[in-house]
């Protein structure tokens, strides 16, 4: 899995809201348990956002997140907007909505910096 692309699933709990960690280790030796050579983010969905958020990254990984399922999404999203923190500049994400599962294709999200999903809903405009 180490240089494989990632499909991020997402399952919210009853308030609309999902939280889990990404953990990588070199797959090879016992760095993780040496000195620590880990790499572990925190992915977290709460009201009209998804986030990545930093805990440790001893170890550095290529993988890039592709897909983004997201489980129990029960309003119409009308937009869904990427946004880096180290960047200004916005990007539109395609998405699909079958029921309550969206699907966010097509993307090639780094887990080397922070960044953030904003979904607009149809009661947001």
């Known amino acids: 899995m180490r240089f494989e692309p990632i499909t991020l699933l997402v399952a919210l709990n009853n308030d609309d809201s999902a939280q889990g960690l990404i953990y990588f280790d070199d797959e090879e030796s016992n760095d993780y348990e040496d000195s620590n050579k880990i790499y572990i983010k925190k992915i977290h969905f709460q009201k009209n956002e998804l986030f990545i958020a930093h805990i440790q990254d001893n170890f550095k990984i290529s993988n890039k997140i592709e897909r983004i399922i997201i489980l129990g ?53």
């Open 73 to 125: 999404l029960n309003k119409k999203i009308n937009g869904v907007i990427f946004r880096a923190f180290s960047d200004t500049k916005e990007e539109i994400i395609e998405f699909s909505q079958e029921g309550e599962v969206t699907y966010l294709n097509r993307i090639q999200i780094s887990l080397d910096y922070l960044w953030k999903i904003n979904f607009v809903y149809e009661a947001d405009q």
